[in-house]
């Protein structure tokens, strides 16, 4: 079982910047790969990031490569999302998620827990 408790978020104004952080308690927090998800209402679940077990290997959405930036702590148990020139088309509620899978997942259905989201407005 792991339990993920989720901060940051905000509004921004366009072209801002937000981190969002997801700390991690329960089963060994280093076994798992940690994803990024986000939700626009009337849209379903995107794949934003997702960062192996060490951290050396993260997969980015398309539309927030080069953007947004996830990297992990595995002494603070916590993952991040760093988010840079953010846009109004970014708003979203935001997720963290863990997955206990070998291989970097990029599919809601391959993480096993979820953290509470996280409402991100950026206004034009």
């Known amino acids: 079982q792991v339990r993920l408790v989720q901060s940051g978020g905000g509004l921004v104004q366009n072209g801002g910047s937000l981190r969002l952080s997801c700390a991690a308690s329960g089963d060994t927090f280093s076994s798992y790969v940690m994803g990024w998800f986000r939700q626009a209402p009337g849209k379903e679940r995107e794949f934003v990031a997702a960062?192996?077990?060490?951290?050396?290997?993260?997969f980015y959405g398309d539309s927030v490569k080069g953007r947004f930036t996830s990297s992990r702590d595995n002494v603070k148990n916590t993952v991040y999302l760093q988010m840079n020139s953010l846009k109004p088309e970014d708003t979203a509620v935001y997720y963290c998620?863990?997955?206990?899978?070998?291989?970097?997942?990029?599919?809601?259905?391959?993480?096993?827990?979820w953290g509470q989201g996280t409402q991100v407005t950026v206004s034009s």
């Open positions: 960062t192996s077990w060490s951290g050396k290997t993260t």
């Open positions: 998620a863990a997955a206990n899978t070998i291989n970097v997942a990029t599919t809601p259905v391959r993480y096993d827990y």
